[in-house]
């Protein structure tokens, strides 16, 4: 499915300015990089991942290709966020690359920064990439899967093997990972430090972490990760620095509460990509960083405005929705699609929410204390150990905050973990009188399930189960 097989939005000439200026912004993000110099872009353009994101400017065209008003200028906004948080990311490596520190997605970079080193989440290339060519990770997919990798490995982790294994990550003074989220992501990790040389550190979470002995334990475990961390690399612990770190990610997280108190009204002032996407970038790869703060501000600012015009950011709010399981990475334009055509409104998914704490800068030890419940109960990571309550009890707290009228899960199938859950999902559902779609595809792989395909499994579901009918 294409974005041309949508309705394009009768856009005023308001609407086309802000799509120029965002998309000129976005481009911006990426040219900077420029200023390394003719040496260092020769090696980062080597990389074909980040010859594709250098299109990532065209996300911009799935933010406005059917909206128009406040809501495009909101989501053409956060696109356009999301592409410059990457360009830091990628920026932050050029400018220090004897500092550059491989990380998983689900260890947050709050400590790397407070350590003055420069924080590259690993699952970054798997993630984005797709975002801008559906089928990009195929390749690196099947170089895993050649190497030995079992095909029913989730393909996320593969992507991330295969890209390494193609020698296209940047060099590193180490690499940091835990025993999260599930077997396929930490098997991928021996692969990582064979291949890019760097010793490893594997943070130990334990399995069942709502209790205070769990805590105290990770707080040591973080304590010994700082001290390997100022053995093996430049970096060494500024308290000061990590407490502004801290202090960035608690405004970000204000800004973003109160975003989720504003979308529980119907229609919902906001939707789409500005919630879910914007999250997945600065509040999982870059928390903490002025960008992020920035960002979640400005959503609220748009939200409100949305809001103060007595309208909702749908032009008909049908139904409300949460994707639970990973985002849809090679269709992301899904919801968009679903807004059209049905109505949907997208308010959040498994990677948005969490229940992170403030972190409490009185005391390095406070900090630690605090970032050690963020890694321990971070989103997916804590849906997806211990017992099924895990998973369920957040789904349906969330189901009743949103007023949600469905369910949708994303079924990946490489991810065995969520797959095994399905039953009882479904009874679950049943007993409640929940409306659940469970949508088979696989997070990277078009060659499991198309695009195409997937948006037959949505209609049906809606016209079968939901009796919707198409708005156009």
């Given amino acids: 499915m294409r974005l041309q097989d949508l309705k394009k939005a009768d856009a005023s000439w308001k609407d086309k300015a802000v799509y120029a200026r965002y998309r000129v912004e ?67 490596i050029c400018a220090s690359p004897d500092r550059v520190i491989i990380h998983e997605d689900l260890v947050p970079s709050e400590i790397f920064r407070g350590m003055g080193l420069a924080p590259f989440m690993a699952e970054v290339i798997g993630i984005a990439v797709p975002l801008v060519k559906a089928d990009w990770a195929e390749k690196y997919i099947d170089i895993a899967e050649n190497e030995g990798t079992p095909p029913d490995t989730c393909s996320l982790p593969k992507c991330t093997m295969g890209v390494a294994l193609d020698g296209q990550f940047p060099k590193s003074a180490a690499i940091v990972t835990s025993n999260m989220p599930c077997d396929g992501g930490m098997a991928s990790y021996t692969i990582l430090e064979r291949e890019l040389k760097s010793p490893c550190f594997r943070l130990d979470i334990p399995y069942n972490f709502y209790n205070d002995r769990a805590i105290d334990y990770f707080v040591s475990e973080l304590k010994r990760m700082i001290a390997w961390l100022e053995e093996h690399t430049p970096g060494r612990m500024d308290w000061d620095r990590l407490k502004e770190v801290c202090i960035e990610r608690n405004k970000a997280m204000e800004h973003e509460l109160e975003i989720w108190e504003l979308i529980r009204q119907k229609p919902a002032p906001m939707a789409g990509e500005a919630i879910w996407l914007a999250q997945l970038i600065h509040m999982v790869a870059t928390p903490g960083s002025p960008r992020a703060t920035r960002t979640m501000k400005n959503i609220l600012r748009r939200t409100k405005k949305i ?12 139904y409300r929705a949460v994707l639970w399981n990973p985002p849809t990475l090679v269709f992301p334009e899904l919801f968009v699609w679903a807004e059209q055509q049905y109505g949907v409104a997208l308010l959040a998914d498994m990677l948005t929410y969490h229940r992170h704490p403030f972190i409490d800068v009185s005391s390095p030890d406070s900090m630690l204390r605090s ?7 971070g989103p997916m990571a804590r849906h997806t150990r211990g017992p099924a309550e895990n998973f369920f009890d957040d789904l349906f707290y969330l189901y009743e905050y949103f007023s949600l009228d469905m369910i949708w899960m994303a079924g990946h199938i490489g991810c065995k973990n969520t797959m095994a859950l399905n039953g009882m999902f479904r009874e679950r559902c049943r007993e409640r009188e929940i409306p659940l779609f469970i949508m088979n595809y696989d997070l990277s792989d078009t060659r499991v399930v198309s695009p195409v395909d997937m948006k037959k499994q949505a209609e049906a579901f809606m016209e079968t189960v939901m009796q919707a009918e198409p708005l156009l």
């Fill in 26 to 92: 976005s481009i911006g993000s990426l040219a900077r990089l420029l200023r390394h110099g003719p040496g260092k872009m020769r090696e980062i353009f080597s990389w074909d991942w980040l010859r594709t994101l250098a299109g990532a400017s065209n996300l911009l065209d799935m933010a406005v290709y059917t909206r128009t008003g406040r809501y495009r200028e909101a989501s053409a906004y956060a696109l356009a966020e999301v592409i410059g948080g990457i360009g830091d990311l990628i920026d932050s």
């Fill in 371 to 377: 970032l050690a419940q963020i890694i321990v109960e």
């Fill in 307 to 318: 809001m103060e015009n007595g309208g909702g950011a749908l032009p008909e709010e049908r």
